[in-house]
């Protein structure tokens, strides 16, 4: 008897099941806290508001920063292994660590010094003062992660269920496509650092616009 786990492909295999299972809960953790606790926080009074962001919050956040390294790093190894190196996979690799540099470069760090400001106003003390900055700019980052979730995931599926222009490799595709598509990215990335919410402040703006990133991406490396 033959065992498949055995097999010359099983290291890819279980590579791909820990990245999947890696990337639901990162991704997961990403939707329920922009679809669910931002609007729980909306109607919520002031003490309920505190109570989460001192228990419930910092655990979850446990596990979305680190859903999120085992995510990259399984992805990095998948990407080597099978040498994976088409125009569309490139894309939702960008897209994925980007949104990886955006967890533990701006969120967290941000949602550290938000949860501090809880605690320190449930002990008796003051606010600290860069609190509400660190809110919204972790908001930001957290929105332009929700954003760029639906392209990412499309792009990542396209290296194996779809053709097209996507599965040039990244070193053939043109240049305007290249400069197109990342450009494109990279203004969106630079808007999370440094801009506003805009139209990704409401769920359903967020959403919308996910999808219309998903289809512009797509259109941008098909046609040019």
């Known amino acids: 008897m033959e065992f498949a786990l055995l097999g ?9 099941w820990a990245h999947l299972l890696a990337g639901m809960i990162w991704i997961g953790l ?3 806290f922009n679809f669910i606790q931002g609007e729980y926080f909306k ?3 002031s003490g309920a508001k505190s109570d989460v962001i001192q228990k419930l919050v910092p655990n979850a956040l446990w596990w979305f920063r680190w859903g999120a390294v085992f995510t990259f790093l399984t ?4 990407i080597h292994i099978n040498r994976l190196i088409g125009m569309g996979i490139m894309i939702g690799v960008t897209m994925g660590t980007i949104m990886f540099l955006n ?8 949602q550290k010094i938000v949860i501090a400001s809880a605690k320190q106003v449930a002990s008796g003390g003051e606010a600290l003062p860069g609190a509400a900055s660190a809110l919204g700019k972790a908001g930001l980052a957290s929105r332009t992660n929700t954003l760029f979730s639906a392209p990412m995931l499309f792009f990542m599926a396209s290296s194996s269920h779809l053709g097209g222009q996507l599965q040039t490799p990244i070193h053939n595709a043109s240049a305007a496509s290249l400069a197109a598509v990342f450009g494109l990215i ?3 990335e630079i808007n999370a650092v440094f801009g506003k ?4 402040t409401s769920v359903k703006g967020v959403i919308a616009n996910g999808f219309v ?4 991406l797509y259109l941008l490396v098909e046609i040019l």
């Open 213 to 216: 990133l998903t289809a512009v």
């Open 186 to 188: 990279a203004l969106l």
């Open 197 to 200: 919410t805009g139209p990704i």
């Open 75 to 78: 992805g990095i190894f998948l």
């Open 8 to 16: 010359q492909n099983s290291l890819a295999f279980l590579l791909r």
């Open 30 to 32: 990403l939707y329920y």
């Open 103 to 110: 967890v533990w470069l701006i969120i967290w760090p941000k």
């Open 43 to 45: 109607e919520a009074d």
